[in-house]
């Protein structure tokens, strides 16, 4: 059973640092894409970013470019999302999910991921 579970987050405060993990289990996460998505209350989820198969290429949402960085960890079978320079507004729970698809342009779209994990809570206080 493929499984993701998403780690570190927590309370920080505005201008702060968090580092997000996405684990797996039953499945080597270097063999899918890996998408990062946020759902703040009240607001539709969002993709903030995706990593390809095989590390070929990433993608950021406009609203995070220059703060995050996502990249792999292949001899943990995780992907870190690296969130700099955080302000309140990047206040959500924060979800990964796994595709076992090329992106194609469709890296940040909810519907190209098939899998997906629990959520971890993001808050940034003013």
């Known amino acids: 059973q493929l499984q993701l579970v998403e780690s570190g987050g927590g309370l920080v405060q505005s201008g702060g640092s968090l580092r997000l993990s996405c684990a797996a289990s039953?499945?080597?996460?270097?063999?899918?894409?890996i998408g990062w998505f946020r759902q703040a209350p009240g607001k539709e989820r969002e993709g903030v970013s995706y990593i390809s198969k095989s590390s070929a290429s990433t993608n950021y949402a406009d609203s995070v470019k220059g703060r995050f960085t996502i990249s792999r960890d292949n001899a943990k079978n995780t992907v870190v999302l690296q969130m700099t320079s955080l302000q309140p507004e990047d206040t959500a729970v924060y979800y990964c999910?796994?595709?076992?698809?090329?992106?194609?342009?469709?890296?940040?779209?909810?519907?190209?991921?098939?899998?997906w994990g629990q959520g971890t809570q993001v808050t940034v206080s003013s």
């Open positions: 999910a796994a595709s076992n698809a090329w992106p194609a342009g469709l890296g940040l779209k909810q519907t190209f991921y098939n899998h």
């Open positions: 039953g499945f080597t996460l270097e063999h899918y894409t």
